[in-house]
């Protein structure tokens, strides 16, 4: 198993560009989490997902948007990239089956430099 | 509402021990451990539910003081590989769709 992948490992965006952040798991996992982390920081949640086609904002999802259409994949789009925006992106999955304890597996994460 | 870890930053020598400390002003359903090396992802180690259920690494151990809202991870007899940010995420009800909010980690550096 791959894990969790996510593409592109680094990018740099003009401001007011936009981008799509990839991830894809092979684990089967139903619930799917895209973070930010800021540098010395801690991870902030953008966006999560339940399972396919169902979304929700998680603490900081302003300028961001997503889609999940399979199992597998949760892209991130930014739209008008902007200064702030600058961080590393971390996607994350678990498997969730009932109200029991879950471990979250995260990608390898893209770092993202918007000038 | 972010919890707050202590310390921010610790550096022992091999063999040491180490307390690292998480508190939250809302009331606590679990309590998640991972560990980031510098440039890589976070990485599990344990999850503490509500009801003392533990879920984990061998060779670290944690505490969970529903009352207090605390959690407390135990670094015993530390290596070199235990270098790297520490961060604790909650979970603050049952009915959440179980996301985590994470503090802002400390830092561990074990010298030999």
């Known amino acids: 198993n791959a894990g969790v992948t996510q593409t592109p490992k680094f990018r740099i965006l003009k401001i007011g560009q936009s981008m799509t952040l990839q991830c894809t798991q092979d684990m089967n996992h139903n619930y799917m989490y895209w973070y930010r982390q800021d540098p010395g920081m801690g991870l902030k949640l953008i966006y999560y997902?339940?399972?396919?086609?169902?979304?929700d904002k998680g603490e900081v999802p302003n300028g961001y948007n997503v889609s999940r259409s399979t199992t597998e994949d949760f892209p991130l789009r930014l739209e008008l990239a902007a200064p702030s925006q600058t961080s590393v992106y971390f996607c994350?999955?678990?498997?969730?089956?009932?109200?029991?304890?879950?471990?979250?597996?995260f990608g390898p994460g893209t770092r993202l430099t918007v000038t | 509402q972010q919890p707050v870890q202590s310390p921010q930053a610790v550096i022992l020598r091999e063999g040491e021990d180490a307390v690292i400390n998480c508190s939250s002003s809302?009331?606590?359903?679990?309590v998640h451990w991972y560990r980031q090396k510098h440039g890589e992802a976070p990485v599990f180690l344990m999850i503490?539910?509500?009801?003392?259920e533990q879920k984990g690494h061998e060779k670290i151990s944690a505490s969970f003081n529903e009352k207090k809202q605390q959690s407390s991870l135990y670094l015993t007899a530390s290596q070199l590989s235990y270098s790297g940010t520490y961060f604790c995420?909650?979970?603050?009800?049952?009915?959440?769709?179980?996301?985590?909010?994470f503090g802002s980690g400390t830092q561990l550096t074990v010298l030999p």
């Open positions: 997902s339940v399972g396919a086609g169902i979304t």
């Open positions: 809302k009331a606590l359903y679990s």
């Open positions: 995420g909650t979970e603050f009800s049952s009915g959440s769709a179980r996301q985590l909010t």
């Open positions: 503490l539910l509500k009801g003392g």
């Open positions: 994350a999955s678990s498997y969730s089956p009932d109200r029991g304890p879950y471990e979250q597996y």
